[in-house]
């Protein structure tokens, strides 16, 4: 089968020729039709998550296509089935890849673009909300990187799960625009949102942030939580220095932080992955959420993808076609 990958981390992505991959007991082989784009899988390229394994690595995090074969101890999926993944263990750039059946889910009607681009987002963006933040009804949130992947998405999602107020931030002002689109109250420059957040909370602060750049906008976050407030960090876009947080100022003004890594929630705590993506794509399959697919490019154009990230040149999701 072809693949496309690095052999060198930050090196250029070239074609492989693999064996088409087996599936263990509790593993489904899934001929890829459409792959999304992540930010994690720029990190992957460069290196962020350790050196390139000895014959090459090959990206991509979430795929769609159609069931080919299914282990052994798989039930409720069976082959010729159109299927979204989750892959922890990347590979999604491939004609072919082994996805956990537990991360695996049936779309049915859904567009095989729109579910390519769905499954790292969304179970992201819902994790964020409904489990490090534990969103309620009439909260108040503030997401960080309001036009990207779990930006877009994460809006429509707070307001599912009964937000009032949802405010974002943004790097640029043209993304502003864009971001817009998603139910966003209204949308800041994230250089200078904290006076404005005050204001439309009458004081008070958000009851959540979701941050994915660090930096100082994580630092002013934690400024303008409402009492009881939540901090839930998903992400270094920004490429800043870890924060040192004492943990005085957080119990004495009522606030919290935590966080948010679907790679570790998938090798500890499976279950929740599972939970969160399939709340999150029924949410998709009935119409109440939309994940908005940008652009499709063909899968040797992967570098163009992870360059545009790494630029950040790029609204809503990218999606590679197979």
Same mark, same amino acid.
């Given at each position: ?155 429509? $999602?707070?307001?599912?799960? !009964?937000? +009032? #107020? @949802? /405010?974002?931030? *943004? &790097?640029? %002002?043209?993304? =502003? ?22 204001? $439309?909370?009458?004081?008070? !602060?958000? +009851? #959540? @942030? /979701?941050?994915? *750049? &660090?930096? %100082?906008?994580? =630092? ?22 870890? $924060? ?79």
């Amino acid at each position: 089968m072809r693949a496309i990958g690095f052999t060198v981390n930050g090196g250029d992505l070239v074609e492989f020729d693999r064996p088409i991959p087996t599936p263990g007991p509790d593993e489904v082989v899934v001929r890829v039709s459409y792959a999304g784009v992540n930010f994690a899988e720029l990190q992957h390229w460069r290196g962020d998550f350790g050196p390139a394994e000895p014959g090459g690595d090959v990206p991509g995090l979430e795929a769609a296509g159609i069931v080919a074969r299914v282990g052994s101890e798989v039930t409720g999926i069976a082959a010729g089935a159109a299927v979204t993944a989750y892959l922890p263990g990347f590979g999604g750039y491939a004609e072919y890849v082994v996805a956990p059946a537990a991360f695996t889910y049936p779309i049915g009607s859904l567009d095989p673009i729109i579910a390519a681009a769905a499954p790292t987002v969304l179970t992201t963006a819902y994790g964020l909300l409904a489990g490090v933040g534990r969103v309620r009804r009439h909260d108040s949130v503030l997401i960080h990187s309001a036009a990207g992947g779990v930006g877009s998405v994460a809006a429509q $999602l707070a307001r599912e799960l !009964g937000a +009032d #107020l @949802v /405010l974002g931030t *943004v &790097g640029a %002002p043209d993304k =502003a625009v864009y971001a817009g689109q998603f139910g966003y109250d209204e949308v800041l420059p994230r250089d200078a949102f904290a006076d404005r957040v005050r204001q $439309l909370t009458g004081g008070r !602060g958000v +009851d #959540l @942030v /979701l941050d994915p *750049v &660090g930096g %100082p906008a994580r =630092a002013t976050s934690l400024d303008v939580l409402a009492p009881l407030g939540r901090l839930a960090a998903y992400g270094d876009a920004g490429g800043y220095p870890d $924060l040192t947080l004492p943990v005085q100022p957080l119990w004495k003004g009522n606030r919290s932080v935590g966080g948010f890594n679907i790679g570790d929630l998938a090798r500890r705590a499976p279950h929740l992955v599972t939970e969160f993506g399939r709340a999150a794509l029924d949410l998709l399959a009935a119409g109440r959420i939309h994940v908005d697919v940008t652009e499709v490019l063909p899968l040797a154009d992967a570098r163009r993808a992870l360059d545009r990230l790494a630029a950040r040149a790029s609204r809503g999701k990218l999606v590679l076609s197979v």
